[in-house]
């Protein structure tokens, strides 16, 4: 059912949310059984599909654990497709990044990975995580600032 | 050096990887596990509605 390459990719996936090994194993090996229990309708979706049952027991677990943040997330539009642009522009450091990418919360760093490694566009990231396109452009707006700010040394 | 964001994220996250152990019991757990044969499934979904059926006229021819 699962090559070897689909089961890393979705362990990177499940990396990317919990940040810890043990975790994303966990969430690795309960996405698959899961898919074996109930294999997509779609051939051919079935690593999408996986991201997505990882996406949701990702979140249930947060919630159980409550590290998820349940803040709402505002709309603001002003200028946001063109910061998407600027984040394809944006140029940084492995070590800038690394001293960012623990202080993102999981869905900035899911946003990053579907953009960055999925190819994802943000229609796409919207309806992967179930959100309006105006949140995760919002989402964008705010990771290019303190993106930004981590590659200036702090200053903006 | 700088390079380009969507470059470093994709280095970065590529660095995870499962071992082999880990791999070997994905795999083991796969082949475990059959997925359920819609043919299968599609013989008990039949079989339960026949039951009803059964049930249903029995019921009825007995009151």
Same mark, same amino acid.
């Given at each position: 059912?699962?090559? @070897?390459?689909?089961? /890393?990719?979705? *362990?990177?996936y499940a990396y990317v949310l919990t940040a810890d090994?043990?975790s994303a194993?966990?969430l690795? /090996?309960?996405?698959?059984?899961?898919?074996?229990? /109930?294999?997509?309708?779609?051939?051919?979706?079935?690593?999408? *599909?996986?991201?997505?049952?990882i996406h949701n027991r990702f979140i249930d677990m947060a919630r159980?654990e409550k590290r998820f943040p349940h803040t709402?997330l505002?709309?603001?539009?002003?200028?946001?497709?063109?910061? @998407?642009?600027?984040? !394809?522009?944006?140029?940084?450091?492995?070590? !800038?990044?690394?001293? &960012?990418w623990l202080k993102l919360d999981a869905m900035e760093r899911e946003i990053l990975f579907l953009?960055? &490694?999925?190819? *994802?566009?943000?229609?796409?990231?919207?309806?992967q995580l179930?959100i309006?396109?105006?949140?995760?452009?919002?989402r964008?707006?705010?990771l290019?600032?303190?993106?930004?700010? !981590?590659?200036?040394?702090?200053?903006? | 050096?700088? +390079?380009?964001?969507? %470059?470093?994220?994709? =280095?970065?996250v590529? +660095?995870?990887?499962?071992?082999?152990?880990? %791999?070997? #019991?994905?795999?083991? %757990?796969?082949?475990?596990? =059959?997925?359920? +044969?819609?043919?299968?499934?599609?013989?008990?979904?039949?079989?339960?509605?026949? #039951?009803?059926? #059964?049930?249903?006229?029995?019921?009825?021819?007995?009151?």
């Amino acid at each position: 059912m699962f090559s @070897n390459s689909q089961l /890393q990719k979705l *362990y990177r996936y499940a990396y990317v949310l919990t940040a810890d090994e043990h975790s994303a194993h966990d969430l690795v /090996q309960d996405a698959v059984e899961s898919c074996l229990r /109930q294999p997509p309708k779609k051939t051919g979706a079935l690593v999408s *599909y996986s991201l997505k049952i990882i996406h949701n027991r990702f979140i249930d677990m947060a919630r159980r654990e409550k590290r998820f943040p349940h803040t709402t997330l505002d709309e603001e539009l002003i200028e946001l497709d063109a910061d @998407n642009l600027l984040l !394809e522009e944006m140029v940084i450091t492995s070590s !800038e990044l690394d001293a &960012v990418w623990l202080k993102l919360d999981a869905m900035e760093r899911e946003i990053l990975f579907l953009w960055a &490694v999925e190819g *994802y566009s943000t229609s796409q990231i919207a309806d992967q995580l179930e959100i309006s396109r105006g949140t995760i452009l919002s989402r964008i707006h705010r990771l290019r600032k303190r993106l930004a700010k !981590e590659s200036s040394g702090g200053a903006v | 050096m700088k +390079k380009q964001l969507k %470059l470093v994220i994709q =280095e970065k996250v590529n +660095k995870p990887a499962l071992s082999d152990n880990q %791999l070997a #019991v994905l795999q083991k %757990l796969q082949n475990k596990t =059959e997925p359920a +044969k819609p043919g299968s499934r599609m013989a008990l979904i039949t079989g339960a509605a026949a #039951v009803i059926l #059964v049930a249903v006229f029995s019921l009825k021819n007995f009151s």
